[in-house]
């Protein structure tokens, strides 16, 4: 783990490698995802089949093998716990509610003249979502890409999910009827992002592919994008944590912990002017380490990608974080609103001691789909609108267009367009 001071000589080499910590090494990838998406364009069903025996472990029988039945999705709904069930239900009402507060209007406006100007959102036919079923299943995952597509009025969703040994997550199973989805494949990876942007016999070709996933995933989505559109290149996930001395430390190294256990290529970073906090909180990192499930990710994840940085003040401190731009970002302070004007850049923000982010991950309401690596300074999380495309309305009357048709004329003749030109003039009187 990095733990340094800004004072120190070496800060500013440490901080750079923090900067990097989003970087993926696409181009050691992209061959081998080219030849996947390239079979698959290719032999469709056979070539899905083909990498599920060798990516997952068994080996599809027929087309009807790739897709999960609604009623294995119920059975599993059927057999929750009463409490987990209650639990789901729960985040499903809070995370929808949230999502219809985003939904954009379609909107006119009528100008004196006959002008007519607006604005038509209308949601895309189809939508792919790729939900991980790899290192661990994230049902959550499934509720935070479906309930925006459902709320944008996404008529065709789709559902990718690999399924090692052919043993799909039971709870995501149930995730998946508690949300009304019928269509979910077997398929994970770079072919299922292949399969959703050109189509199988089996799965059809969608407009929009959402969900994060590993390095493989991440490179299919950013070379499928242009013929489907996407929601954002996401990678291993990070927190920043910006805290002062109110910060109870056993709480700091336990959320930072949280995205720890993600992946050993997580990150976690806490920034503080407070050397007091900072070396308290590195104990209690080795503390609760040894309490976790996941303590050999996490260790690794916190040993090479983890960070404490103590600031001489808080301004300083906010400073290095925009520059972080972090996934979910933490301010555990007594004041933490007074501080929000100065957050630029943080795909979520978690205000004051009692908002840990895994809060944020289940039961909150926004989406924990989020922008990684740095990229949160020009990535938004996922939301209705990704699922959703805007149209410019435009309708002119006689005397509208007398009254700017000859300025509109004048800039066209100026350009050359001669035809552009003509087609304004013919209608001037």
Request: contains cysteine; charged residues 25%; glycine residues 6%.
């Amino acid at each position: 783990m990095i733990f340094t001071n800004t004072k120190n000589s070496d800060f500013a080499k440490s901080f750079e490698e923090l900067l990097q910590r989003g970087k993926m090494d696409i181009a050691q990838v992209s061959a081998i995802v080219t030849g996947i998406i390239d079979e698959i364009k290719l032999d469709k069903n056979e070539a899905l089949k083909k990498h599920i025996a060798k990516f997952d472990n068994w080996t599809p029988k027929s087309d009807e093998d790739l897709k999960i039945s609604t009623e294995s999705m119920s059975r599993a709904y059927d057999n929750l716990d009463p409490k987990l069930k209650k639990s789901l239900h729960l985040a499903y009402d809070r995370i929808k509610a949230y999502h219809e507060k985003q939904k954009p209007k379609s909107w006119f406006d009528t100008e004196s003249n006959g002008t007519i100007l607006g604005q038509k959102v209308t949601p895309v036919d189809s939508a792919g979502l790729y939900i991980p079923g790899g290192k661990a299943a994230y049902p959550s995952s499934l509720l935070m890409n479906v309930i925006p597509a459902q709320v944008a009025g996404v008529e065709k969703i789709i559902v990718t999910t690999p399924t090692p040994d052919n043993e799909p997550n039971e709870l995501l199973l149930a995730a998946c009827h508690l949300c009304g989805v019928s269509e979910v494949y077997k398929v994970g990876g770079a072919s299922a992002i292949g399969a959703m942007a050109y189509g199988t016999e089996t799965i059809s070709k969608v407009d929009v592919i959402t969900g994060p996933g590993n390095i493989f995933v991440a490179t299919a989505k950013k070379m499928v994008f242009g013929d489907v559109n996407i929601d954002m290149i996401a990678g291993p996930s990070e927190i920043g944590i910006l805290a002062d001395d109110s910060a109870n430390p056993s709480h700091l190294a336990i959320d930072m912990l949280s995205q720890a256990e993600h992946d050993e290529m997580a990150s976690s970073i806490l920034i503080t002017p407070s050397q007091t906090l900072a070396d308290a909180v590195k104990v209690e990192i080795e503390v609760w380490l040894k309490k976790l499930s996941r303590e050999e990710i996490a260790r690794k994840s916190i040993d090479e990608r983890g960070a404490i940085i103590v600031t001489e003040n808080m301004e300083e401190a906010i400073d290095l974080m925009n520059q972080i731009a972090p996934e979910h970002l933490e301010v555990a302070t007594d004041n933490a609103f007074e501080y929000l004007a100065y957050i630029k850049h943080a795909g979520a923000i978690f205000l004051g001691h009692n908002t840990p982010e895994a809060i944020g991950d289940y039961v909150a309401g926004p989406n924990h789909t989020l922008p990684t690596g740095g990229t949160a300074k020009f990535f938004s999380p996922l939301g209705v609108e990704n699922f959703m495309k805007k149209t410019s309305i435009i309708s002119f009357s006689k005397k509208a267009i007398n009254e700017i048709g000859e300025e509109c004329a004048l800039i066209a003749s100026t350009e050359g367009l001669t035809a552009h030109e003509q087609s304004v003039r013919v209608r001037l009187s």
